[in-house]
Structures are given as C-alpha cells and as structure tokens.
C-alpha cells in the first residue's frame, strides 16, 4: 500500500504544489512560514489518504491548508493563563489597572462565570473545548462521544446564553450610570 500511496500523492497532490504554494502567499501574513505550512498540510493530507483516499484530492488539498490555517490562528488566540499572574512581566502601566476598571471587569467575570454554571454540563464542555482550548469541532466531538452537529448545536446555544447574558449586563451598568434612562418616573 505504501508504495501506492506514494505514487497517488505524487501524482494527485504533489502536482498541485505551485497553486498550493500561490494560495498560501496570498492568504498567510507570514512568508517566512509558507514553506513549514506546505510541508505540513502534506503530511496531514498523507496522513489521512493512508486511512481513504479522498474522492477530490485537489479540493481536499486546499480545504486542508485552510483548516490548517483556521487552526493555527485559533492557537495563536489562546493566552495562558500563567502569563496574566504576573503583571510586573506583562509591563503594564499602574495608571491602566485603575479601581474602576479592575472592579468592571472582575464584575464582567463573575457574570460570565455565573452564566457558565447556568448551562448544561455538556454545553459548558462544548464550549470550554471550542472556544478555550481550541479545540476544532470535529476535535470537540470526538473527546466529547457526540456527533458534531451535537457540538455545534450545543456552541450556538450556549454562546448565544452567554452573550444575553453579558449584553443584559452591560445594558444595566448602563442604565445605572445614565439615572432616568429606561426608569418609569412620575411627573406631578
């Protein structure tokens, strides 16, 4: 089979390099990384042609660069938490973590905490998974036993709770700062 299997990539995947190659420079910020992204959308497609050949293999080339692509900006997002521990090292002026704005935001927090334990335990999962530690859905699914619609559908509702719930919240600090405002007052 190996032998096989090299001879389709050669001639199914390997002829695609220049558009592959074109594709990346027009889509990546970094073209110091084109060739480390090439090399490894390759290994991913052999990888995953060694378990079934895909009936498009040019289409399945450049649909898995992009998702190579989505990934690696989706860890490129995750911030650990270590860093946030230390504010000496993160070299942050006194004057912006003002009494106010640590007091919002630890008030911002805890009603995103508070709307996490609202939700099922199976939404929180799906969430912490997807949106914390970037987990794609197919990922999420897997470590989770449900199908993927099961996990898009659990994502979309709980970011859709969490949202509501955020947005309430700042639609009522809001309110509470501009008195009047949304309040039902008698005139005499």
């Excluded at 001639?11 to 084109?34: D, F, G, K, M, P």
């Excluded at 504010?87 to 003002?98: C, G, P, R």
Aim: hydrophobic share 40%; net charge negative; with cysteine.
């Amino acid at each position: 089979m190996s032998r096989e299997l090299d001879q389709w990539f050669v001639t199914q995947i390997l002829c695609h390099e220049a558009a592959i190659t074109r594709y990346l420079r027009r889509v990546w910020r970094n073209s110091a990384e084109i060739a480390d992204l090439r090399q490894e959308v390759y290994i991913r497609v052999y990888e995953s042609a060694a378990k079934a050949l895909p009936a498009l293999p040019k289409s399945f080339l450049f649909t898995t660069a992009r998702n190579l692509m989505v990934d690696r900006l989706r860890h490129e997002r995750i911030v650990s938490i270590d860093y946030t521990q230390d504010f000496d090292a993160l070299n942050v002026l006194a004057d912006e973590l003002a009494p106010e704005r640590c007091l919002n935001a630890r008030q911002e927090l805890t009603r995103l905490s508070d709307a996490l334990d609202e939700l099922s335990d199976a939404c929180r999962a799906v969430i912490w998974l997807r949106r914390v530690e970037g987990l794609s859905q197919k990922e999420a699914a897997a470590r989770l036993g449900m199908p993927e619609g099961t996990v898009e559908s659990h994502l979309s509702r709980g970011m859709r709770a969490l949202m509501s719930t955020v947005l309430e919240g700042a639609k009522t600090k809001s309110q509470e700062a501009r008195p009047g405002v949304g309040h039902d007052t008698e005139h005499g």
